[in-house]
């Protein structure tokens, strides 16, 4: 009988994007992968470093391993595997630990799968993580996530990404090109580009700290591929988004409308001491430009409250330019002392319940955004890409602007395109529409 082998993602589209990788070597080993929740000889757990949930987590989620199969062998790997290999390690029921460089070559440190009494680790010094493997993620999904770029230069004074991913390199574009193929022949619609600093795109990319091309250079080449209806950009740096990328993805017909660009904070002081490559004035910028050429466009943005030395003037500071500014929703995260990190060691540090209120606050504000970018929505004709899940009844699925739609569940409807046209916000705070072809029915827009 083949060994059945299971995995768990904690973090980032790119964590997921690697965890495929890792699964699809697994299983041309011999091995049958298996839901995480179904007994299995082996379960890994890709890791993440960016927040202190993260790390708790871990431990539960070997908890519930052992709970299913107290005696298969558990992994650990990823970016917290690389940084605390040791604290992982003394886990009880963890049995390796692969760092940086490692984790892709997992089934080489595997023999019998029989427990260790204690974890076994394996970890690279992170000088060591200079080399470029490629991955994306299939499966589950109507889309796939592309790794095009992995590591970082850049010296925040909050992130742990650099210590745990090394310097910034970059697949070749003749590779991203292979792999966005290989996806579009597995009948996925939508791409998701991802990595650690994606606009970086081009250094490293034959080894070297060279910029042999640009992330424009990508976005233009990837524009080509036949077969993938829709390219998404993730998260890219406000000073690493080009007028020249912005005014690539208004007129392409496969790169849709919708960015996510950290923030971080609206107070240029607290700009500062994060060390970000940017000012408010320059966030505005981008945003006016995005606005200007592409008016229906979505824009995410990722904002930490918390971080040491955040006044009450700095947070409101920030509230108000977020409030002011047109944008769609944000990814609200509360500031979590990181070792190893200067802001670690930096003074005036918030107490936890002032950072939870202002997080609080600031999650509401994403509410009301959102809403906002529904209502002016309405009366438009949108293209919706309708997912795989059948959740409570229902399926859901984005526009090209990421307006979440639902709709009765019909598995017909999975990894489809279908015009829908946005009609009003009901009493639960969903969006009706119907649907612009004559033989569909009409549903309803949710809103979070």
């Known amino acids: 009988m083949k060994k059945r082998v299971a995995f768990y993602t904690l973090g980032c589209k790119l964590n997921f994007s690697e965890t495929s990788t890792i699964a699809r070597g697994f299983v041309e080993e011999g091995f049958e992968r298996v839901d995480f929740t179904e007994n299995a000889d082996m379960y890994v757990i890709n890791t993440c470093s960016v927040t202190e949930n993260a790390d708790k987590r871990f431990k539960t989620i070997v908890k519930q391993a052992q709970k299913v199969n107290p005696d298969a062998f558990v992994a650990a790997v990823g970016c917290y595997a690389q940084l605390k290999p040791e604290e992982l390690a003394a886990v009880d029921g963890v049995d390796l630990v692969l760092g940086a460089t490692e984790k892709f070559k997992i089934t080489d440190y595997i023999n019998d799968l029989s427990k260790n009494d204690m974890g076994e680790i394996h970890s690279c010094e992170i000088e060591d993580a200079n080399f470029y493997v490629g991955s994306y993620a299939i499966g589950d999904r109507t889309r796939a996530f592309l790794k095009v770029q992995d590591g970082c230069d850049y010296k925040c004074t909050y992130c742990t990404i650099p210590l745990a991913r090394g310097i910034s390199r970059s697949d070749t574009v003749e590779n991203v090109l292979k792999n966005a193929a290989e996806i579009a ?75 996510h660009v950290p923030l971080q904070s609206g107070s240029d002081a607290i700009l500062k001491a994060m060390r970000r490559r940017y000012l408010s004035n320059l966030y505005v910028d981008r945003v006016k430009r995005i606005k200007d050429t592409m008016p229906h466009a979505c824009i995410g943005v990722d904002v930490i409250v918390g971080f040491p030395g955040e006044t009450d003037a700095h947070f409101l500071e920030t509230y108000n330019f977020l409030n002011e500014l047109d944008i769609s929703y944000l990814h609200v995260f509360t500031y979590s002392e990181r070792d190893h990190t200067a802001a670690a060691e930096m003074e005036a540090a918030v107490p936890k319940n002032v950072r939870s209120k202002r997080s609080k606050m600031l999650r509401g504000l994403s509410v009301k955004k959102r809403r906002a970018f529904y209502e002016s929505q309405l009366g438009t004709t949108r293209t919706v890409l309708f997912e795989g899940e059948n959740k409570e009844g229902y399926i859901h699925g984005f526009t090209e602007n990421y307006v979440k739609v639902k709709a009765p569940w019909n598995p017909e409807l999975v990894n489809t395109l279908h015009e829908v046209e946005l009609s009003e916000i009901d009493a639960d705070g969903h969006v009706r529409f119907a649907f612009v072809e004559a033989t569909a029915l009409s549903s309803g827009v949710e809103l979070n």
């Open 185 to 259: 022949k597995k009948g996925i619609k939508e791409i998701v580009l991802t990595g650690v600093n994606i606009g970086d795109y081009g250094k490293g990319e034959f080894g070297n700290k060279k910029h042999e091309h640009t992330f424009l250079d990508l976005v233009k080449a990837l524009d080509t591929v036949d077969g993938i209806h829709r390219l998404r950009i993730s998260s890219i740096e406000p000073n690493l988004l080009k007028n020249e990328t912005i005014d690539f993805v208004a007129n392409s017909s496969s790169f849709v409308p919708h960015f």
